[in-house]
């Protein structure tokens, strides 16, 4: 499978912006998805996943309450949205799929490119 992600940009402290993960090549419902972002000089740090039916979701905590996972399996799409935004949620985002697991695994199999979300104070 290869995912694109989209939907970043530049966005003030206190807004909103929502990612969208597109699946090619196989269909996305096969698959648990999740998102990742790294900022500069810092390691991937696990954001969100959601199982390959949508009836499980797993956050990091700093952003519970703040954003929401969803998939569309009929548009082999996932969806990352982002409320409330911090100046700490800048970082490229990345999201990621695999086959096998549980909702609350962090390894991955496959990766798409990375879409850059910035927050201003």
């Known amino acids: 499978v290869q995912l694109q992600a989209s939907g970043g940009g530049l966005v003030q402290a206190g807004g909103s912006l929502r990612l969208s993960c597109a699946a090619s090549?196989?269909?996305?419902?096969?698959?648990?998805v999740g998102w990742f972002r790294q900022a500069p000089g810092k390691e991937r740090f696990f954001v969100a996943a959601i199982s390959w039916s949508g009836s499980r979701t797993s956050y990091a905590d700093s952003v519970k309450g703040r954003f929401t996972i969803s998939r569309d399996n009929a548009k082999n799409t996932v969806y990352l949205q982002m409320n409330s935004l911090e100046p700490d949620d800048t970082a490229a985002y990345y999201c990621?799929?695999?086959?096998?697991?549980?909702?609350?695994?962090?390894?991955?199999?496959?990766w798409g490119q990375g879409t850059q979300v910035t927050v201003s104070s």
């Open positions: 090549g196989r269909p996305i419902s096969n698959y648990r």
């Open positions: 990621a799929a695999d086959l096998a697991g549980r909702v609350t695994d962090k390894a991955f199999d496959y």
